[in-house]
């Protein structure tokens, strides 16, 4: 035989009824319908934590780019010194050379190469020159591809900036100058 399925909800001597069972809990409160009526929790306070980690970041990496900034330009002023643009003509013995003209007590440098109107330097002294400043290949790239309808053209590196025309009648005109002129 099988025993009778166990009434729902329990009831009974060993089961109390369920108001009696919680009797202990708290009604939520009601409004006028009869429909419990539950707190509104007060709005969270927003945190400002990621302002204030946003501006210290800001901060701290605009800090660090003036430092890299000065450091850098004290660097490149120390590659590029006064002596560097002298130093490279002499090297190449175009101290004399018709087109190579040290100017600005030796921190700016123009290479006039010949054209079909006008005497000038040869390639050889130019390219020995842009060498001896470390100037890089792509340099000597962009000096061969110019063409007369490009106008001036600009380019630097470590320290030094280059600007320079090309027409068949007055050949390449290469103005460098070191970065702190």
């Known amino acids: 035989m099988t025993s009778p399925p166990p009434e729902f909800p329990p009831t009974g001597p060993d089961k109390p009824d369920f108001p009696e069972q919680y009797s202990n809990v708290q009604q939520a409160p009601t409004d006028t319908w009869g429909q419990p009526v539950f707190p509104v929790p007060a709005p969270l306070r927003k945190?400002?934590?990621h302002l204030y980690f946003g501006f210290g970041g800001l901060a701290i990496g605009m800090a660090a780019g003036l430092l890299l900034g000065v450091v850098g330009g004290a660097v490149g002023g120390a590659v590029a010194g006064p002596s560097a643009i002298p130093t490279a003509v002499e090297?190449?013995?175009a101290v004399d050379a018709t087109g190579v003209d040290v100017m600005d007590a030796g921190k700016s440098l123009?290479?006039?190469t010949a054209g079909t109107e006008n005497d000038g330097a040869n390639m050889l002294t130019v390219v020995c020159v842009l060498t001896a400043l470390e100037a890089p290949d792509s340099?000597?790239?962009k000096l061969d591809s110019t063409r007369a309808l490009d106008g001036t053209q600009r380019s630097e590196w470590a320290g030094f900036t280059a600007s320079w025309t090309y027409h068949p009648d007055n050949g390449l005109n290469i103005i460098l100058e070191t970065a702190n002129q």
């Open 91 to 93: 090297k190449c013995a």
């Open 47 to 49: 945190s400002r934590k």
């Open 139 to 141: 340099l000597s790239t």
């Open 110 to 112: 123009n290479l006039s």
